[in-house]
């Protein structure tokens, strides 16, 4: 082991670079939460009417639960998706295991403009999918609902976060040690039983990390729900940017968005309990991994 | 002990799931017809010569060249600094560095670049292409270091550690032992930063000011309209991608052994 130096050495640009391009932003979006604008001008003295204005306005606080009520969906779905997947791939694959999750990741690296594309070109009502039904004359008239609906968002918000849930999933399958579900079927347990009351417990570390991930990622997806959602685009964080484009009120957007990191956090903190207090959480912070 | 086959045709499925949308970018960008629809009309490749003639595009890709080669290397140097720390030495408050790396991927990004947007502001700093590479650095730090420090677990500590005990200096240890070891994870690191930086859509369209690379130029076209030579061009898009993310996590699989 080397002396500690060399390791702050090079730790100093990283966290240089995280304080100036990360750290202080947020921490200018926290001081600007509590100014405040009048017609074009940002008045700078701290006032808490931004934080009022969200708690007393209807449309802001169904935004903030639409978000996390789409992140939970999507939490579950995934979950419920890829469950099988990481099992599938921790345990029964046996050659070109990487291959394999990699090969699951790769169709992400197309860009999420490009993915959005590929999907209103399959769900438009003159697009692949229903084109494809009326050609094999599955059905007479096209399906108007697919695209432009909160379905269509939440199909591509699967497809887009799927790869995430499986690989938290997969990372807690392989430390699940199959001797216990062997053990348990010995002792008499139906295959039930064991998934019920040994698999599932010890897997779900796997399950809140991967749900963690593919929650912070629903609830901060501007482009999917505004792209394919139609009528039901509108989301909190397209209301933040457009606080900060057209509708020019610097100081509310800053508000919401630090509401909105403040109940990532505490979300974050409870989860990052949850998975701490485990094996897996105890092997993956001490590295032996 | 007999296992169903239904697990099988679940990954299958959803294997497939994944790559449909590939799939119909594949199919509909040879097919001639004015149409994206179903049945097909027939092959042709009028579509790719419609897309390499549009001279507003190649200058787009110009400088989505300037924007993340640099970001590929800032990032990859950063990412490989970070991942050195985080597994080869000890050092005092290893668990807040690992967090501060990980902090950009947890910010959605519309937040990060408004908050970014305020710095600028505040600074009195016009956008341009530097502001873009700064701004993506940072949200592709974690997937650098991931990457790395991915490699860097898998090497074996005693070769380092033969090295020093057969008399070279730490700092020569690094070069003639860690460096080479971990030189396909460096690689890899780069061109998935590099495929990262050139799609990125949210981010750079708030960070940048009159400049606009090819993400921003297309987004309005991809956005809204479709027609069978904006599949093309996103085939192409698709293809690059995917050929250096392949070529990297390659080389990264085969730095295991």
């Given at each position: 082991m080397e002396t500690s130096r060399t390791g702050a050495w090079l730790a100093l640009p990283v966290y240089s670079a995280v304080a100036a391009l990360c750290v202080a932003p947020l921490l200018i979006l926290l001081a600007y939460s509590f100014f405040q604008v009048s017609f074009v001008e940002i008045i700078k003295e701290p006032t808490l009417k931004n934080y009022a204005r969200i708690a007393g306005s209807e449309t802001y606080r169904w935004l903030i639960l639409k978000a996390f009520g789409s992140g939970l969906t999507i939490s579950v779905v995934t979950a419920i998706i890829g469950y099988p997947v990481a099992w599938y791939i921790a345990k029964r694959v046996t050659v070109m295991k990487s291959a394999m999750l990699t090969l699951l990741l790769?169709?992400?690296?197309?860009g999420d403009l490009v993915r959005i594309f590929a999907w209103r070109m399959l769900l438009g009502a003159e697009g692949v999918l229903n084109t494809f039904l009326m050609w094999t004359g599955a059905?007479?008239?096209?399906?108007?609902?697919?695209?432009?609906s909160s379905l269509a968002t939440h199909i591509v918000l699967t497809y887009n976060y799927l790869p995430f849930m499986v690989l938290g999933l997969w990372l807690a399958f392989e430390a699940l040690d199959d001797r216990l579900l062997e053990a348990a079927s010995d002792l008499g347990a139906g295959k039930m039983s064991a998934f019920r009351r040994v698999m599932l417990p010890l897997t779900v570390p796997g399950l809140v990390a991967g749900g963690m991930m593919v929650f912070v990622m629903v609830v901060g997806d501007y482009l999917t729900p505004q792209l394919v959602g139609g009528a039901s685009g509108i989301t909190i964080v397209s209301a933040i940017n457009d606080l900060f484009g057209t509708a020019f009120d610097w100081p509310l957007g800053s508000a919401i968005a630090w509401t909105m990191l403040a109940i990532l956090a505490l979300l974050f903190c409870a989860a990052a309990l949850i998975v701490s207090r485990s094996t897996l959480g105890a092997a993956l912070t001490s590295g032996e991994a | 002990m007999r296992t169903s086959r239904l697990p099988l045709i679940w990954m299958w499925m959803v294997y497939g799931f994944m790559y449909l949308p590939v799939a119909v970018i594949a199919i509909f960008?040879?097919?001639?017809?004015?149409?994206?629809?179903?049945?097909l009309q027939g092959f042709t490749m009028r579509w790719f010569g419609q897309v390499l003639g549009d001279g507003r595009l190649t200058g787009g890709l110009g400088l989505t060249f300037l924007v993340s080669i640099p970001v590929a290397l800032l990032s990859t140097l950063l990412g490989a600094m970070a991942a050195l720390a985080l597994t080869r030495y000890r050092m005092p408050f290893r668990g807040l560095l690992l967090v501060l790396v990980l902090l950009p991927f947890l910010i959605p990004k519309v937040i990060l670049g408004v908050a970014q947007l305020i710095l600028l502001s505040e600074l009195g700093i016009e956008r341009s292409l530097l502001t873009i590479i700064f701004g993506q650095t940072i949200v592709i730090l974690p997937f650098t270091t991931l990457v790395i420090a991915s490699v860097l677990m898998r090497i074996d500590r005693r070769l380092e550690e033969a090295a020093t005990d057969l008399g070279a200096s730490a700092f020569s240890a690094f070069r003639r032992v860690t460096l080479p070891l971990m030189k396909n994870g460096l690689l890899a690191a780069s061109f998935i930063a590099f495929v990262l930086s050139s799609s990125e859509y949210v981010l750079t369209s708030l960070l940048s000011g009159r400049s606009q690379p090819l993400s921003i130029l297309v987004a309005s076209d991809f956005r809204f309209n479709m027609s069978p030579a904006l599949d093309a061009l996103a085939l192409m898009i698709v293809a690059a991608n995917l050929a250096l993310i392949v070529i990297g996590e390659l080389a990264r699989l085969r730095s295991k052994s």
């Amino acid at each position: 082991m080397e002396t500690s130096r060399t390791g702050a050495w090079l730790a100093l640009p990283v966290y240089s670079a995280v304080a100036a391009l990360c750290v202080a932003p947020l921490l200018i979006l926290l001081a600007y939460s509590f100014f405040q604008v009048s017609f074009v001008e940002i008045i700078k003295e701290p006032t808490l009417k931004n934080y009022a204005r969200i708690a007393g306005s209807e449309t802001y606080r169904w935004l903030i639960l639409k978000a996390f009520g789409s992140g939970l969906t999507i939490s579950v779905v995934t979950a419920i998706i890829g469950y099988p997947v990481a099992w599938y791939i921790a345990k029964r694959v046996t050659v070109m295991k990487s291959a394999m999750l990699t090969l699951l990741l790769v169709p992400l690296y197309t860009g999420d403009l490009v993915r959005i594309f590929a999907w209103r070109m399959l769900l438009g009502a003159e697009g692949v999918l229903n084109t494809f039904l009326m050609w094999t004359g599955a059905i007479r008239e096209p399906i108007e609902a697919l695209l432009f609906s909160s379905l269509a968002t939440h199909i591509v918000l699967t497809y887009n976060y799927l790869p995430f849930m499986v690989l938290g999933l997969w990372l807690a399958f392989e430390a699940l040690d199959d001797r216990l579900l062997e053990a348990a079927s010995d002792l008499g347990a139906g295959k039930m039983s064991a998934f019920r009351r040994v698999m599932l417990p010890l897997t779900v570390p796997g399950l809140v990390a991967g749900g963690m991930m593919v929650f912070v990622m629903v609830v901060g997806d501007y482009l999917t729900p505004q792209l394919v959602g139609g009528a039901s685009g509108i989301t909190i964080v397209s209301a933040i940017n457009d606080l900060f484009g057209t509708a020019f009120d610097w100081p509310l957007g800053s508000a919401i968005a630090w509401t909105m990191l403040a109940i990532l956090a505490l979300l974050f903190c409870a989860a990052a309990l949850i998975v701490s207090r485990s094996t897996l959480g105890a092997a993956l912070t001490s590295g032996e991994a | 002990m007999r296992t169903s086959r239904l697990p099988l045709i679940w990954m299958w499925m959803v294997y497939g799931f994944m790559y449909l949308p590939v799939a119909v970018i594949a199919i509909f960008a040879f097919n001639d017809s004015e149409l994206v629809a179903f049945p097909l009309q027939g092959f042709t490749m009028r579509w790719f010569g419609q897309v390499l003639g549009d001279g507003r595009l190649t200058g787009g890709l110009g400088l989505t060249f300037l924007v993340s080669i640099p970001v590929a290397l800032l990032s990859t140097l950063l990412g490989a600094m970070a991942a050195l720390a985080l597994t080869r030495y000890r050092m005092p408050f290893r668990g807040l560095l690992l967090v501060l790396v990980l902090l950009p991927f947890l910010i959605p990004k519309v937040i990060l670049g408004v908050a970014q947007l305020i710095l600028l502001s505040e600074l009195g700093i016009e956008r341009s292409l530097l502001t873009i590479i700064f701004g993506q650095t940072i949200v592709i730090l974690p997937f650098t270091t991931l990457v790395i420090a991915s490699v860097l677990m898998r090497i074996d500590r005693r070769l380092e550690e033969a090295a020093t005990d057969l008399g070279a200096s730490a700092f020569s240890a690094f070069r003639r032992v860690t460096l080479p070891l971990m030189k396909n994870g460096l690689l890899a690191a780069s061109f998935i930063a590099f495929v990262l930086s050139s799609s990125e859509y949210v981010l750079t369209s708030l960070l940048s000011g009159r400049s606009q690379p090819l993400s921003i130029l297309v987004a309005s076209d991809f956005r809204f309209n479709m027609s069978p030579a904006l599949d093309a061009l996103a085939l192409m898009i698709v293809a690059a991608n995917l050929a250096l993310i392949v070529i990297g996590e390659l080389a990264r699989l085969r730095s295991k052994s």
